[in-house]
């Protein structure tokens, strides 16, 4: 919606029905080329999760590689990130002698056993950042050699790397090596609904995402739903509770909503749910 000059690319392993033409459609009705590549996630398998993270947090390291004989640097971006602005400044950013730019990672930062944390995976970097939004120099990327070595350092300690995986590994990997980005950058969503006026890119990191009924902040959820208005995902209906904890969070959404009413239902549900289980 808000950048012309750019190539989108998107790594897949499988779209859901109809998925594959809504995608079409829309980058199509901004006349946005976009290529996609199907990757077989099953040599992604062996490699460790987070909770209900899925192999796809590694296809980052994959982009990479495939896109290094096509340019020469390239804005990876997680599916949970709308952009709300131009990107051009961000592309033509000169990096200096660093490796990659992004945005430092609030909730890597405030772990209180973070210097712990980074002593064991060998992290002593000038900081740690989000890797859900980094700008890549390709050439420095195969130069260092990182998808190689990140694939190394999960294949020999599957168990070392519990905090963020694919994100603990660059961070060791490119300690020094950041060009610390503005976190208009990389705004995470949050309860307080804060944004600068000038947030280029929103991330919805964490739990709850904005594409779930019991999302608790209409303010920040109304960036994706602007958004979703010019898609061609109109159509598709808010994903309703189903876990527990869910059941929860929209007794938490009705609570900051003002609805005691619904307040009070949600939490006899989620009482329920959580003895029935
Ligand atoms: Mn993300």
Not at 225 to 253: C, G, L
Request: proline letters at 5%; charged letters at 25%; glycine letters at 4%.
């Amino acid at each position: 919606m808000h950048n012309e000059n750019i190539h989108i690319y998107v790594f897949i392993d499988e779209f859901n029905p109809g998925e594959k033409e809504r995608l079409i459609s829309t980058v199509e009705k901004f006349s946005v080329p976009l290529t996609i590549y199907y990757v077989d996630a099953s040599g992604f398998k062996k490699f460790p999760i987070r909770g209900d993270w899925s192999v796809a947090v590694y296809f980052r390291f994959l982009a990479a590689d495939v896109l290094m004989a096509r340019c020469s640097r390239m804005l990876y971006v997680d599916a949970d990130v709308i952009c709300q602005g131009s990107l051009d400044d961000l592309f033509q950013m000169d990096l200096g002698e660093k490796a990659i730019a992004a945005v430092p990672d609030p909730t890597y930062l405030q772990n209180k056993d973070r210097d712990e944390y980074s002593r064991r995976i060998g992290h002593s970097g000038d900081g740690y950042f989000n890797a859900g939004i980094m700008l890549l120099d390709l050439q420095k990327w195969q130069d260092m050699n990182i998808t190689e070595n990140a694939m190394k350092m999960l294949d020999d300690d599957p168990e070392k790397y519990v905090h963020a995986q694919d994100q603990d590994v660059l961070n060791v990997l490119f300690a020094n090596k950041v060009y610390w980005l503005p976190v208009k950058y990389n705004t995470r969503n949050n309860p307080a609904d804060t944004y600068p006026a000038d947030t280029a890119l929103i991330h919805y990191s964490g739990s709850p995402k904005p594409w779930k009924e019991f999302y608790y902040s209409a303010a920040s959820c109304s960036p994706f739903a602007e958004v979703k208005e010019q898609s061609f995902w109109t159509d598709e209906q808010m994903q309703p509770p189903v876990k527990p904890i869910e059941y929860r969070f929209m007794s938490r959404k009705y609570a900051r909503l003002g609805n005691y009413g619904k307040w009070l239902i949600w939490q006899i549900k989620y009482i329920a749910q959580k003895i029935k289980n």
